[in-house]
Antibody, heavy 121, light 108 residues
Framework: EVQLVESGGGLVQPGRSLRLSCTAS????????MSWVRQAPGKGLEWVGF??????????EYAASVKGRFTISRDDSKSIAYLQMNSLKTEDTAVYYC????????????WGQGTLVTVSS | AIRMTQSPSSFSASTGDRVTITCRAS??????LAWYQQKPGKAPKLLIY???TLQSGVPSRFSGSGSGTDFTLTISCLQSEDFATYYC??????????FGQGTKLEIK
């Protein structure tokens, strides 16, 4: 069974940094791309970014709203994906979900439980 | 970026009703569309992908249709557990993706 568990959320001041982790199990982590999706309180879902598997170069893509501030990385030996968030803004306050797409697809059958990031002074 | 617009944003219905939610893409996305159900405090759950393919384990009262720019999610006979918020997602621009703003389905 695929399991994704996010951690690292919390309260952080504007302008500061935070790193989220997504620990995966139940599948061969290194074979899959991983994505992050967020949801501001009472709002809809927003795609944040994506990292390809090493077989496809391990390269990343980001939403315009976070490009240049957020960085996604992966440690295949530990089955963990990371979301490094720098220069945080109040509008980054959200629940952050780690997701895995299905085979050769862009939809998300697999989601973590989410971790809440609150950016406030 | 491809924009996804759902309608209505919210509405009320009764158990047993047949309901339809629509999703429109700002440009053609073929059949690269998924539907999700989300309940408060929970992660979204995939219902349908490729516009009309039911995800394993999802009840057959859920169905999807459409291609190009216009899509629908239909629930044929509402059950109490179906009251939730529903989102469409385009993955035509994979790995980039966008979601609709959501449709909240409430009990009448």
């Amino acid at each position: 069974e695929v399991q994704l568990v996010e951690s690292g959320g919390g309260l952080v001041q504007p302008g500061r940094s935070l790193r989220l982790s997504c620990t995966a199990s139940g599948f061969t982590f290194g074979d899959y791309a991983m994505s992050w999706v967020r949801q501001a309180p009472g709002k809809g879902l927003e795609w944040v970014g994506f990292i390809r598997s090493k077989a496809y170069g391990g390269t990343t893509e980001y939403a315009a709203s976070v490009k240049g501030r957020f960085t996604i990385s992966r440690d295949d030996s530990k089955s963990i994906a990371y979301l490094q968030m720098n220069s945080l803004k109040t509008e980054d306050t959200a629940v952050y979900y780690c997701t895995r797409a299905g085979d050769s697809s862009g939809y998300y059958p697999h989601w973590g439980q989410g971790t809440l990031v609150t950016v406030s002074s | 970026a491809i924009r996804m617009t759902q309608s209505p944003s919210s509405f009320s219905a009764s158990t047993g009703d047949r309901v339809t939610i629509t999703c429109r893409a700002s440009q053609g996305i073929s059949s690269y569309l998924a539907w999700y159900q989300q309940k408060p405090g929970k992660a979204p759950k995939l219902l349908i992908y490729a516009a009309s393919t039911l995800q394993s384990g999802v009840p057959s009262r859920f169905s999807g249709s459409g291609s190009g720019t216009d899509f629908t999610l239909t629930i044929s006979c509402l059950q109490s557990e179906d009251f939730a918020t529903y989102y469409c997602q385009q993955y035509y621009s994979y790995p980039l993706s966008t979601f609709g703003q959501g449709t909240k389905l409430e009990i009448k």
